[in-house]
């Protein structure tokens, strides 16, 4: 697993990320996985919307699947985070920073395990299995970011 760190507002402890994504892989029953995780600000998480999904705007996550083909268990994919939004949103929800980033690392994962989050019914299992890995996850999602930010 590789973790990297592309942005320079938040100081994220990308070890403490790897381990949660581990967790994460293990409790839904992923046996072999080959993940990355790069946390990016807003231009270039545009950028890659816009390169890869012909989407011109700001998203939170980018999940790309790299397997040839479906394979219970295995995992194979990048995914991409962006750290504006995870500041903006845990704002807007009034939850932290660090928090909001684990639910991306979820969120993300739970793409390349095939959910989706396009029709009312997709969101709503996204959502509720999300809310699911964070409570087992617990407190170690603040363990995450250190307590400065940079403007």
């Not at 699947?65 to 295995?74: A, M, S, T, V």
Request: glycine share 6%; aromatic share 8%; charged share 30%.
């Amino acid at each position: 697993m590789a973790v990297e760190s592309l942005q320079k507002k938040v100081p994220i402890k990308l070890a403490s990320i790897g381990r949660i994504a581990r967790t994460i892989l293990k409790y839904e029953g992923v046996r072999e996985a080959s993940l990355s995780i790069v946390f990016v600000s807003s231009p270039k998480i545009r950028s890659l919307n816009r390169q890869y999904l012909r989407r011109d705007y700001v998203t939170d996550v980018l999940a790309f699947d790299l397997r040839d083909g479906y394979r219970p268990g295995q995992v194979n994919g990048d995914i991409a985070i962006c750290v504006d939004m995870a500041l903006k949103n845990a704002a807007a929800y009034q939850t932290s920073c660090a928090r909001e980033l684990v639910l991306y690392v979820a969120h993300g994962i739970l793409h390349l395990l095939g959910f989706d989050d396009h029709s009312p019914r997709d969101i709503r299992e996204m959502r509720k299995k999300e809310q699911e890995i964070l409570s087992y996850l617990g407190k170690k999602t603040e363990t995450v970011v250190s307590c400065r930010f940079t403007d």
